[in-house]
């Protein structure tokens, strides 16, 4: 009889990306813009692209983790960076938009709405496969782990993701029923993603830091810059759209 393995944090990534898929695929502003054969295009090559910005920013961070190249492969056994993530999907959108013809900001608007629930469903796997963990505390909140032997209890940091990224996306599903100018939800939703990294990155245990700018992590300064450009797009469109009503 032959054995299968259940890995939990793979799991939970294919069950949030199905999740995702299912939501775009029946949102109206989608099919508006894009057949459905280009919606599954889209969706397929932007899955890959989150696979593969997310593993290579991971490796690039933790690359002292990875003493064999096919260890880099073994996406089951966790490690994906959110911020990679983001940055291969982007870059496939804009791919496609380029390609196919299609307004790149409406196309945004209209997909991203629902990446920070998928994200949610990410953390819960990393909470379940006890990577990401947290920093140690004495708080009644904490949970037990084995981190390199040793057991010690834990802030739940991935759990924080998971309030904070439901909050996030539940933001700007209600921003999608006001009329906002085109790019305003992206950069709202783009905005939220790098402030969640980069505050919830303090209750991090398992930081990488940078030795000639250590007082941060790599990923808050990854974040920060995206915090700065996201913010000032977000003001940018804001500006145009007040120009435009006077």
């Known amino acids: 009889m032959w054995a299968i393995g259940l890995h939990w944090y793979g799991f939970w990534i294919a069950l949030g990306v199905a999740v995702w898929f299912l939501l775009v695929m029946s949102d109206v502003r989608v099919r508006a813009l894009i057949s459905k054969d280009q919606i599954i295009n889209l969706l397929n090559a ?6 593969v910005g997310g593993r290579l920013l991971h490796v690039a961070v933790n690359w002292h983790d990875y003493a064999q190249w096919v260890e880099v492969l073994a996406l089951w056994q966790g490690g994906l960076s959110v911020l990679g993530s983001i940055m291969g999907v982007l ?16 196309l ?52 924080y993701n998971v ?32 402030i969640i990294r980069f505050v919830t990155d303090f209750w991090r245990g398992d930081r990488e830091w940078l030795n000639v700018l250590p007082w941060l992590s790599v990923h808050q300064w990854v974040s920060l810059v995206g915090i700065l450009f996201c913010a000032g797009g977000v003001l940018w469109f804001w500006l145009r759209r007040q120009r435009e009503v006077v």
Do not use: K
């Open 108 to 159: 945004l608007d209209s997909i991203i709405v629902y990446a920070p629930l998928a994200q949610a469903f990410g953390r819960v796997g990393c909470f379940s496969a006890g990577c990401c963990y947290g920093c140690p505390t004495s708080c009644l909140i904490g949970v037990p782990v084995c981190i390199e032997g040793a057991y010690g209890m834990v802030h739940p940091v991935q759990l």
């Open 163 to 194: 309030a904070l990224l439901v909050a996030l996306f539940l933001i700007v599903r209600v921003l999608t029923f006001f009329p906002l100018p085109a790019g305003m939800i992206t950069g709202v939703a783009l905005l939220g993603l790098f």
């Open 46 to 51: 932007s899955i890959i692209g989150g696979l």
């Open 91 to 106: 870059l496939v959108v804009w791919g496609f938009s380029w390609r196919n013809h299609v307004a790149l900001l409406p």
